[in-house]
């Protein structure tokens, strides 16, 4: 363990900086509020975004991309919308810079001023819906599926790297459909596959609902989300869903000719998740000894380190190092090699164990006597002797238990993290001295809510889907409430 | 062919903005300059993508991604880049939008104004190199080599879709290195795999060369390039590479210590590809009946179109069609089967065929009953009834033929379009009359470059590696030259 480096017990919050910076992940850059995503984390995004894409696909969605400047009108057009997105961003005034006639560097010509501003995209819906405007004219035009890959601006005031940056990178999927039941389904859908990645790519349990209204997107009729516990207790939204009603298609006039010759507005859905996702996963599995990665989602799965004391014993380690990453790729397993000469194996054991590489190989000159290898599992720290016979399967089957294991691990917690509580008194206290998931019944009301907030930090993190009916009474007001919604601090 | 669509005999501009539309491949978005990238144009970059993806992991890079936003101060301090990037380019000056108090919508808040206009990247290596002093010490933090894949938007007067947008998609290299040689190897290294991609996968020759001092990326030492013949004997740029020496180290003071501990400035280069390579695409190999794919980059690669009469064929034909499928599929091809009921075979023909797809593959009642198809391929228009046993190798055969014929036709079409000017009344009749590359003797002076671009609109495209030493007179000035480069009008 890195001497310099936090423990979650002594300050959970440099704890998460601490690894996202001297993990390789990320750095603040020199705009504010902006991050550089570096190359070991960039490659935990890829793997996200590969494992998405797949499932996106074999949901029947294709992707597109559309222009990253919205016209400033455009977001007056949704009520709701515009409330909740045009006020904290970006905004494109000129196109067009100048030497400063004073010879000091370059200004902005004033000459070259547009007419409407733009706005960078904080997400897409205006602007897809003004183009599916002109996509979409019978019954026979629908369902499109559409998902984007992209980079978005909110002007953030406080930004914590991966968690909430001013740009992030995600996927925003906008789908148009012909009936109020077909949005719903794939509403519903999109959620699934949200929650079918988080729980066996990232090993990460979530609870699946639907938003109060307070928590509701900017224009939806009603917003499905996941949502993740964090080892501090707090909860993590990891991704939403978005039933739009038919509100974007009244906005920018997309109407559809039905099989009986109608004129009705298409119903529409979207749903995304961001590069939050990295800050998820920091947050769900690392400890004190730095990140755990996933296998699904690791960068590389496995790690081989030779370990020599001269050139002879260098060559004949380094071959059989060859040798063993040749036939783990063969299998499917992603495997570094670190053969360089610059650093000391003990530099290596440490760097691989704080970038949380699943499986670490360390491979000796006895070893290649013994036809042995020294394994190491990053999720339990425990190392056990292979035989190079069959390494293969074992280590397949070894990735297999830890990606398993970081799963129950991260369950268990949850559970042991989620509470009932029927009194006010009860509820802060849980807030106070245990923090998690919090089931308590709740008046119904966005008064009641908004209280609540205020006077705890607490949100309603989601109403359950197939919530079970149970009288009782809300915490806050005492008014009368016929079940319970999750209630926690949340990221 | 579609009664509508221009030849590109009749207008060679408008056959390629017919085929981008009809094609399904883009369209003008609602912001001026900007496109939509349809999800069957959006299909043929992701092809794109994972190609170029995979050659430049396989030769040592990462993916990161940086800041879209790069301070404008940043702009001032490389001399020659500011020059040639910070002018037309998209200036975010305001941080948020407030009601109107007249009520009439949205208006930007004077209030939120930036300290700093923030440039939209036009490419990156001002913020890339600022945040590598940070990464560099020694020797032994060096190569950096990475890529990023991304959005960027330069503000272009007259806009065209994939060939010139204001905002395009693209990925940019940008490596460090201890030394000058290491880094001039790294620029031809990409130039090569540009090369390769463009041959190999895009079935385009290319000639690889350097550029003079006129078309010279702004703050490169040496620009490398691939340049390619369009049907209208229009020369494309497909890529570039380029050799940035040290003027982004001096611009940003990024320094190592050598092995010897001595302090230097560090080596750089930057290389790109955008999503112009899809204009490139479609004018090297599409024809009067529309666009023509290539099958390394078709989104999918076969088209099953299934012929019937009733019910009881109809499930027949399917049938036998979803077989033939899963059969293809398996040996790694991709097939649509469009069983739509909603749309006669009649129409399908022609829109696959307009839509480039490599082959098609018909059955009807008949075909099931002799175990045959009909195939017909893109490139030739032929058709030829295959039996269904072995279909995959067939099929994996005629694939491989498409691709080659694709190629050869393209080669040989550079090959007669291109000529050898020895005097400026053949150098203008070439150009007026045939178009193409033409090989001539050139001055040297960036002055008599000038003077024939504003004469005949013909560029030097680019200097031949390897270039072969011949005495002669440059074809303007009458002054000596020593060997000839090449010249063509180009997009």
């Known amino acids: 363990m890195a001497k310099d480096f936090s423990t979650r017990e002594e300050n959970y919050s440099k704890w998460y900086n601490d690894i996202v910076q001297r993990a390789g992940l990320a750095e603040n850059s020199a705009v504010r509020g902006c991050m550089v995503i570096k190359p070991y984390g960039y490659a935990i995004w890829e793997k996200m975004q590969a494992a998405l894409d797949k499932k996106f696909k074999d949901t029947g969605h294709s992707n597109a991309y559309f222009?990253?400047?919205?016209?400033?009108?455009?977001?007056?057009k949704e009520a709701a919308h515009v409330e909740g997105f045009a006020k904290e961003c970006a905004v494109v005034t000129h196109y067009r810079l100048k030497n400063d006639p004073d010879g000091k560097g370059i200004v902005v010509d004033?000459?070259?001023?547009?007419?409407?501003?733009?706005?960078?995209?904080?997400?897409?819906?205006?602007?897809?819906?003004?183009?599916?405007?002109?996509?979409?004219?019978?019954?026979?035009?629908?369902?499109?599926?559409?998902?984007?890959?992209?980079?978005?601006?909110?002007?953030?005031?406080?930004?914590?790297?991966?968690?909430?940056?001013?740009?992030?990178?995600?996927?925003?999927?906008?789908?148009?459909?012909?009936?109020?039941?077909?949005?719903?389904?794939?509403?519903?859908?999109?959620?699934?596959?949200?929650?079918?990645?988080a729980e066996n790519f990232m090993a990460i349990p979530v609870l699946k609902g639907t938003k109060s209204v307070n928590e509701r997107f900017a224009g939806a009729v009603e917003t499905y989300c996941i949502e993740a516990l964090m080892q501090d207790g707090k909860a993590l939204q990891a991704g939403t869903s978005h039933f739009l009603g038919q509100n974007f298609a009244k906005a920018f006039d997309v109407k559809f000719a039905s099989p009986e010759g109608k004129l009705e507005y298409v119903w529409a859905t979207s749903w995304g998740v961001s590069t939050r996702l990295v800050g998820a996963l920091i947050m769900a599995h690392s400890d004190d000894h730095g990140l755990v990665v996933p296998p699904k989602l690791a960068p590389y799965q496995v790690v081989i380190v030779p370990i020599y004391k001269n050139v002879e014993q260098q060559n004949m380690v380094v071959e059989k190092a060859r040798e063993i990453k040749d036939r783990l790729e063969k299998k499917g397993i992603s495997v570094k090699l670190d053969d360089r000469d610059t650093y000391k194996p003990g530099w290596k054991f440490n760097e691989y164990e704080f970038k949380g590489v699943p499986v670490r190989i360390a491979i000796g000159p006895r070893d290649v006597e013994n036809d042995t290898v020294e394994v190491a599992r990053r999720d339990t720290l425990e190392k056990e002797i292979f035989q190079v016979a069959d390494i293969e399967n074992k280590v397949e089957h070894l990735l297999e238990a830890i990606q398993s294991n970081l799963y129950q691990k991260a369950l268990a917690f949850r559970e042991q993290s989620t509470y009932k509580a029927d009194t006010w008194e009860e509820f802060v206290d849980i807030l106070d001295n245990k923090g998690g998931f919090i089931l308590a019944h709740w008046d119904g009301t966005a008064e009641t809510e908004q209280k609540i907030k205020e006077e705890t930090k607490a949100t309603i993190r989601l109403i359950p889907l197939n919530v079970q009916h149970e009288e009782g009474k809300c915490i806050y007001s005492g008014n009368p409430s016929s079940f319970r919604v999750v209630f926690a601090r949340a990221y």
């Open 67 to 76: 222009p990253i400047f919205i016209p400033k009108s455009f977001f007056s």
């Open 110 to 197: 004033e000459d070259a001023k547009l007419e409407e501003e733009l706005i960078i995209r904080p997400t897409s819906e205006t602007i897809i819906w003004d183009t599916y405007r002109n996509w979409v004219q019978s019954y026979r035009d629908l369902p499109i599926l559409l998902n984007q890959w992209a980079n978005v601006v909110r002007w953030e005031m406080r930004t914590r790297m991966f968690l909430r940056t001013t740009e992030f990178l995600w996927q925003e999927g906008h789908t148009a459909h012909a009936t109020e039941l077909e949005a719903i389904e794939e509403t519903e859908r999109m959620l699934d596959v949200y929650a079918d990645f």
